[in-house]
């Protein structure tokens, strides 16, 4: 007999957490009347959410927008993970002490064209769920996962 297994809602502390703990997002934007979904690495601090990009590019053009960004981890041996969801305004950076401190950055573009729009998102909203693994799910899924290993 499996256990139900209940979706929870992670508090804001846990996903401020979850957003310093993973370098790749996504983000949505409107483009010509359009709904788009980029990923993007970035970098998560205090209240805002920064994203290097090329200037004049697609993902310079969520300036001025409210944008949503979303991470997420998901395990699929145990059908568990969780995600994270933001919204709120994107900015332009162009406060040279704030472009100073981008630079230093532990994270950086991964895409190697010339990064030097640096995007903030301010954290308006920001909402995240988890759905754990049950015992049953974890038990089959490593017998499943042993037996698959010896057929190789």
Known sequence: MSQLRTLTELNEADCRTRLRSVPV????????????????????LDESIWIWTVPGSRGAAVAGQTVAFQIDQIELETRSGWTVLVSGPATAVTDVDELVAAADFPRRPWAPERN?????????????????????????????????????
């Not at 997002?25 to 709904?35: A, H, I, K, Q, T």
């Not at 301010?122 to 996962?145: F, Y």
């Open 116 to 152: 030097d729009q640096v995007i903030k998102i301010r954290i308006d909203h920001i909402s995240g769920l988890r759905l754990p693994p049950s015992p049953a799910e974890q038990c089959a899924t490593s017998v499943i996962g042993r037996a698959q290993q010896y057929r190789r």
């Open 25 to 44: 997002g996504r983000l949505g934007y409107v483009e010509n009347g359009v709904p788009v979904i980029r990923p993007v690495n970035f970098y998560m």
